[in-house]
Structures are given as C-alpha cells and as structure tokens.
C-alpha cells in the first residue's frame, strides 16, 4: 500500500486543500489496493471507499454524510489495522486514527 504516507499528509493538512479530483483519485487508488486483500474487513472498507466517492462527486456535496462516511472508514480502518498481521499495521492504525480526527474535528453541517 504505497500511499500511506501522502494520504495521511493530506488528511492531517486538512483536507480542505485537497481537491475533489485528487481525493477522487486517491480514493481509486486505495480501492484498486483494497480489492486485492482477501478479508471481510478489506471489502466493507472498498464498500465504503466507493460510496465516499459519489458524495464528494454529488453536487451538492452533503458535508454531514461525508462526514459520517469519513468517520466510519477511519473505525474500520483502525480495526482492520488491530487484526493485520501485515509489516503496514502502524501505518493502517495512522491512517484510521487520522481519518477518525479530521472526522471528529469538521464542524457539523
């Protein structure tokens, strides 16, 4: 999973600053990533990954969904890190632990 890093670095800058297109796409790049890895958890994340993408394409965008959409894939994310066995796991849990707090610290819509 190659794009730990940028996609923490985005997130925790605020995701304000990354463009719809750039988060379309790197939304894209983590389902193609996701849909290789044979475990329940990998498939409700892609599941959600695809849903997140139609809202950040929807015009209006509903800022509450996404949201609730970005807060529960960061949960999953963290949960699916607790189980991975992978040499990734700390960088899993970053992730889900970044998406969880740029989650909890948007303002309500």
């Not at 605020?14 to 890895?37: D, P, Q, R, S």
């Amino acid at each position: 999973m190659p794009q730990f890093d940028s996609t923490i670095k985005h997130i925790k800058d605020g995701v304000k600053g990354f463009t719809i297109a750039a988060a379309v796409k790197n939304i894209e790049g983590w389902e193609a990533t996701l849909e290789k890895v044979e475990a329940p958890a990998a498939k409700a994340i892609v599941k959600d990954l695809e849903n997140l993408k139609k809202h950040l394409q929807a015009d209006p965008i509903n800022g509450g969904q996404v949201k609730k959409l970005v807060l529960k894939l960061g949960k999953e994310t963290a949960a699916f890190a607790g189980k991975s066995e992978s040499k990734n796991a700390d960088k899993i849990k970053a992730l889900g632990e970044a998406l969880s707090h740029a989650a909890e610290s948007a303002p309500d819509e």
